[in-house]
C-alpha cells in the first residue's frame, strides 16, 4: 500500500513562507490526483488544494488563494505546496492525499493519506 509522508512544517511569524513536501514510498504518485488539506483544533478538515495527475488543473479553497501554489513533480514522486503570506488562522496540520484516479478531485475521492505535518503561523 501507499505511504504518504509529509514534511516542511514548523513555526512561522504572519506574513512568512512555508513549503510543504509530500513524498510517497510503496506507490507512486502515477495516474493519480494529489490534494491538501487541513484541519485545526476543534474544526473540520478542509480541503486546501488538489491538482490532477498532468498537472494541467488545480482547486484552490477561497481562503488561501493566491497565497498558495500546488504543484508536483511526477518524476520526483513529490508533491509540493507552497505557502506565502501566511496568516494565523492558517495554523493546522496539513495532510497529503492520493485520489483515486487522474481527475477526481471532490473530497470524497481521496483515500489514501499522510500523517500530517504542523503548521503554526504565530502574529
Known amino acids: 500500500q501507499v505511504q504518504l509522508v509529509e514534511s516542511g512544517g514548523g513555526l512561522v511569524q504572519a506574513g512568512g513562507s512555508l513549503r510543504l513536501s509530500c513524498a510517497a514510498s510503496?506507490?507512486?504518485?502515477?495516474?493519480?490526483?494529489m490534494g491538501w488539506f487541513r484541519q485545526a483544533p476543534g474544526k473540520e478538515r478542509e480541503r486546501v488544494a488538489t491538482i490532477t495527475w498532468s498537472g494541467k488543473s488545480a482547486y484552490y479553497a477561497g481562503s488561501v488563494k493566491g497565497r498558495f501554489t500546488i504543484s508536483r513533480d511526477n518524476a520526483k514522486n513529490t508533491v509540493y505546496l507552497q505557502m506565502n503570506s501566511l496568516k494565523p488562522e492558517d495554523t493546522a496540520v496539513y495532510y497529503c492525499a492520493r485520489s483515486t484516479g487522474p481527475e477526481k478531485s471532490g473530497l470524497a475521492d481521496f483515500v489514501s493519506w499522510g500523517q500530517g505535518t504542523q503548521v503554526t503561523v504565530s502574529s
Open positions: 510503496g506507490r507512486t504518485f502515477n495516474g493519480y490526483a
